[in-house]
């Protein structure tokens, strides 16, 4: 069963920097175009970033120029670089295929204070 596992998250000031990093169990993240979503609270779950299998990239527009989505083949790892955060980007932040059919990991806390 595939099984998505999300790091990276923490406590970071506004205007601060996070990379997250997502890996699986069954090589899925190479094979599949991956997304990263998050959840406010409160707020449904948001696609903010995806990838293709080509390494196409397309991003949510509230965080356009502030967040790089990229995969590392040799790793099967995806990435979330997180630069310029605001509190509004305060979430828990999951990956999974664009499409979201495969099982949700537990998800890492993003909190950006002000």
């Known amino acids: 069963q595939v099984q998505l596992v999300e790091s990276g998250g923490g406590l970071v000031q506004a205007g601060g920097s996070l990379r997250l990093s997502c890996t699986d169990s069954?090589?899925?993240?190479?094979?599949?175009?991956m997304a990263w979503f998050r959840q406010a609270p409160g707020k449904q779950r948001q696609r903010i970033a995806e990838?293709?299998?080509?390494?196409?990239?397309d991003y949510e527009d509230s965080v356009t120029g502030r967040f790089v989505i990229s995969r590392d083949t040799a790793k099967n790892t995806i990435y979330l670089q997180m630069d310029h955060l605001k509190p509004e980007d305060t979430a828990v932040y999951y990956c999974?295929?664009?499409?979201?059919?495969?099982?949700w990991g537990q998800g890492t806390q993003v909190t950006v204070s002000t």
């Open positions: 990838i293709t299998r080509t390494g196409r990239t």
């Open positions: 069954n090589n899925i993240i190479n094979r599949d175009a």
């Open positions: 999974n295929a664009i499409l979201a059919y495969y099982p």
